[in-house]
């Protein structure tokens, strides 16, 4: 892979700027190279220590393409600084060097080239460059995780499907092709394993950030200098983090589905799916899909949600909801009918306050009224004989308390019925 700086042309290392490996490289020319070429370096590092590591430098022109380099592959050398890697071999061709190198110690270790004429090594350099390898006394690889879905996230993967993890180790130089290993999984939600074989399979079967956690043991057997043989470890950790999520299965709505004008009406969204979630409603006459713009965007953290409304106007109505996550959407509908409200509060309030009054007026009429009449009736218990006289004819039958007396003032009026039959005369012989 690529790696390091490269130091190129006159702008690009000032005086003052240089590392201790580059001031052995300016102690060359007094001048920077000029900007005609480019050197890069590519490594299969970094590296465990004890296996080799391959270095390759390449000159190449530095003006998008348009200089050619000289067709002779002896005019220029290549040289390097590696210090203290143990240089295993080296191989030159044109344009390009490659060196093989060991570290028996962990470390970061500088490693620097620079190319000069053939036939002046010590005048200035064409090109030059510096990169750190590192050096580490671990194993060297990644932990790879992967699924047959694609979520747009980085890490994120689905619930309730089959994960593979697998163990990649870094070893370009072979180096451990004689250890075996042993792997032990930690998958973050309680669950480990130890297999011998660097990939599992696993399903989560719920939401949340999981770590999945692997040590790696690799061992095998090495010659000692008495002609003896000795078992040789080595360790390595590694990690991934994972979030797992559902999709997006549906959406329950509990609400009424019959309401009156200016009454606060709650619906309760259920989402069927993992938050975060990208939310959005709106009330239309039909139940038909939203379509983008045009509905009330909210943005929820978790799987319920509460939407409130008073309805204002009769009619029938549609609530048309949709939501999405990270991986998937869908859409919702709740009918709802809404009928005029039988007292609306701001038309009917004055009419019934002067109801209320004037109820509360006649009772307190009707009651001083009872009061004054019996106390008249204590006072005078018998009225004069022209006042019942007077009333008996103004009011008639409908003002005299009993039938009795109705009866009796018949009687008097009237006179005495005719009989509804004739006497029989009877003779005595």
Request: glycine share 6%; proline share 8%.
């Amino acid at each position: 892979m690529p790696v390091g700086p490269t130091l190129r042309g006159p702008h690009s290392c000032p005086e003052g700027a240089f590392t201790p490996m580059q001031l052995v490289l300016q102690s060359w020319s007094h001048q920077c190279p000029p900007d005609l070429y480019e050197l890069r370096l590519t490594t299969d590092g970094p590296a465990t220590t004890g296996a080799e590591v391959t270095i390759t430098a390449s000159l190449v022109a530095d003006d998008n393409g348009s200089l050619v380099l000289p067709a002779s592959a002896h005019l220029y050398r290549f040289h390097w600084l590696h210090t203290p890697l143990l240089l295993t071999g080296k191989t030159d061709e044109a344009f390009s060097s490659t060196i093989r190198a060991v570290g028996n110690t962990p470390g970061d270790f500088p490693v620097s080239v620079w190319v000069t004429t053939a036939d002046c090594w010590m005048c200035q350099p064409v090109a030059r460059s510096l990169f750190v390898l590192p050096i580490t006394e671990f194993l060297v690889g990644n932990l790879l995780v992967t699924q047959n879905t694609s979520l747009p996230w980085p890490s994120s993967y689905l619930t309730k499907t089959v994960l593979k993890v697998s163990f990649l180790l870094h070893d370009p130089s072979n180096f451990f092709k004689a250890a075996s290993f042993l792997y032990s999984w930690d998958f973050g939600d309680g669950t480990q394993m130890v297999t011998e074989d660097a990939t599992v399979y696993y399903n989560y079967s719920i939401i949340g950030s999981f770590t999945v956690k692997v040590k790696v043991v690799a061992e095998w057997e090495q010659a000692t200098l008495d002609a003896g043989k000795r078992i040789v470890q080595k360790t390595g950790d590694f990690s991934a983090s994972l979030k797992l999520q559902e999709t997006l299965q549906g959406i329950q709505v509990s609400g009424p589905t019959l309401i009156q004008t200016f009454q606060k009406m709650i619906v309760t969204l259920n989402f069927l799916g993992s938050p975060p979630l990208n939310v959005c409603w709106r009330l239309k006459p039909e139940c038909l899909p939203l379509e983008e713009g045009e509905c009330h965007p909210v943005s929820v953290d978790s799987t319920a949600y509460n939407l409130t409304h008073i309805f204002r106007d009769p009619g029938d109505y549609c609530f048309s909801i949709r939501a999405e996550n990270a991986i998937s959407k869908t859409h919702q509908y709740h009918k709802i009918q809404v009928w005029p409200s039988s007292i609306q509060p701001a038309v009917f309030a004055f009419p019934c306050a002067t109801l209320i009054t004037m109820m509360l007026a006649f009772i307190m009429y009707m009651t001083l009224r009872n009061a004054a009449h019996q106390k008249d009736m204590v006072e005078n218990p018998e009225p004069p004989t022209g006042v019942r006289c007077c009333c008996q004819m103004c009011c008639g039958p409908f003002m005299l308390e009993t039938p009795s007396e109705y009866l009796e003032v018949v009687r008097e009026n009237h006179g005495l019925l005719p009989p509804l039959y004739k006497s029989v005369k009877t003779y005595t012989v």
